[in-house]
Nanobody
Framework: EVQLQASGGGLVQAGGSLRLSCAGS????????IGWFRQAPGKDREGVTF????????FYVDSVKGRFTIFRDNAKNTAYLQMNNLKPEDTAVYYC????????????????????????WGQGTQVTVSS
């Protein structure tokens, strides 16, 4: 059974950094596409970044490009979201999601921004950035 556990959130000052973790169990993470999503207060959930299971290509929304990095550690069966130069507008609950279909960047963009076609979701972790 696919299980995901997101962790690593917290309270940081603007300009600070956090690394979020997405620990997988019951499946091999290197065989799945991974997406990070966030939902700010009063806003819809949105996709933030994605790494493909078909060609390892990545995608970042413009608001985080150059500041956030998605990567895997297959030995630990864990995915990460490294967040640098955090801004108050990054404040949100962050969610990790995966899918075992062969998904390229072009595929996720065919789905709604709230889920990008991902089928398995972990529990969110709160990130709060103070000004």
């Amino acid at each position: 059974e696919v299980q995901l556990q997101a962790s690593g959130g917290g309270l940081v000052q603007a300009g600070g950094s956090l690394r979020l973790s997405c620990a997988g169990s019951g499946f091999a993470l290197d065989e799945y596409a991974i997406g990070w999503f966030r939902q700010a207060p009063g806003k819809d959930r949105e996709g933030v970044t994605f790494i493909s299971d078909s060609d390892d290509s990545t995608f970042y929304v413009d608001s985080v490009k150059g500041r956030f990095t998605i990567f895997r550690d297959n030995a630990k069966n864990t995915a990460y979201l490294q967040m640098n130069n955090l801004k108050p507008e990054d404040t949100a609950v962050y969610y990790c999601a995966v899918d075992d279909d062969q998904m390229a960047v072009s595929d996720i963009l065919l789905h709604g921004e709230t889920y990008w076609g991902m089928n398995y979701w972990g529990q969110g972790t709160q990130v709060t950035v103070s000004s």
